[in-house]
């Protein structure tokens, strides 16, 4: 079916400063994320907006029930053994049951609160500054001891219109340690929404060509990366980065915006960094494409631009 004409749609990058106190409880996580829905939505229910939050936004809520017994840790990893130590006879039975690693037992034990926590966050700020709202990530689990990292997307009544897994993780979602489980490339779909037709792409996803060929040939005409980059942000970084969401949009012309949201501040030792972005197309190398970027990678920031999004 041919595109219908465009509608001016503003995308707006979260580029969100995390740390540990902001999951020390649900109202200090909550108002994490309404501070930067304030910022990025100044006027609710002015125009068509779509926004994005960055990948594992949820990943700390693993420790909200457990701030005050992780909050002197020197790392991650010694956080989370120690809730694996805590929980041990909890995570014993569900590593029995499903033949898993403590790593994602701990996942699934927490899982139900987790997705509960960030569902409600995320649909209820959806809701109240009326936009479309690309929920970054968290750990959820699946079906039969699987656990995933999945981006939900909500509309502007605050319910949730379309889900995301992760098809391709890095080392720190791996077996040796997160101990995700990779979505299926047969699942990928493109979300209809009052934003336009949104492809979203999870960080490292959005880098493989499976990914960005599946959303692009389903129509999708906005790409979301939500994305957590733990490393410092440096001139390799950034000239590499444009192997992700700016080689996908420059080879693929029908797509009119995109969008990175990342991740800066750190949870212990793990200490994200980077520059938020806005793309416009249809662009040619060696035009850069960029609408907006954010100012600092370390800083919190918010990128907005408006773009036209075709309807479908």
């Known amino acids: 079916m041919a595109d219908q004409p465009a509608d001016p749609v503003t995308l707006v990058a979260v580029q969100m400063q995390v740390s540990l106190d902001d999951y020390q409880s ?23 907006r779509l926004v994005a939050f960055p990948e594992d936004v949820g990943l700390g809520l693993l420790f909200l029930d457990d701030y005050e017994a992780v909050q002197h ?24 049951q499903y033949g898993c690693s ?42 039969d001891g699987t656990v995933h990292n999945t981006s939900f997307v909500f509309g502007p009544t605050g319910r949730p219109i379309g ?27 493109p979300i ?56 996908a949009m420059a080879t693929h012309p029908e797509v009119a915006g995109g969008v990175t949201p990342l991740m800066v501040g750190a949870l212990w030792d793990v200490a994200v960094e980077g520059v938020s972005s806005i793309l416009g197309g249809p662009f040619d190398p060696p035009s850069d494409g960029y609408l907006a970027q954010a100012a600092s990678p370390t800083q919190e920031d918010i990128v907005a631009a408006q773009v036209d999004v075709p309807r479908t």
């Open 102 to 143: 403590p790593a994602r037992g701990l996942l699934l034990l927490k899982g139900d609160r987790v997705s509960e926590v960030y569902c409600d966050t995320f649909g209820r700020s959806a809701r109240e500054h009326q936009v479309t709202l690309v929920a970054g990530s968290a750990p959820i689990p699946g079906d």
């Open 26 to 48: 649900c109202e200090h996580f909550r108002a994490a994320v309404e501070r930067c829905m304030r910022a990025a939505v100044p006027t609710p229910g002015q125009g068509s």
């Open 163 to 189: 889900i995301q897994r992760k098809v391709h993780l890095i080392d720190l979602e791996g077996p040796m340690g997160l101990d995700l489980t990779p979505g299926a490339v047969e699942d990928i779909h």
């Open 192 to 247: 209809d929404t009052p934003a336009g037709r949104i492809g979203v792409a999870l960080c490292h996803d959005a880098f493989f060509s499976d990914v960005v060929e599946t959303l692009a040939a389903a129509g999708s005409r906005v790409l979301v990366q939500p994305s957590f980059n733990p490393r410092p942000w440096d001139a390799w970084q950034e000239e590499d980065w444009k192997n992700g969401l700016w080689t």
């Open 73 to 96: 840790c020197s790392s991650f990893e010694q956080a989370a053994r120690l809730l694996v130590e805590l929980y041990r006879p909890e995570i014993g039975s569900i590593c029995a």
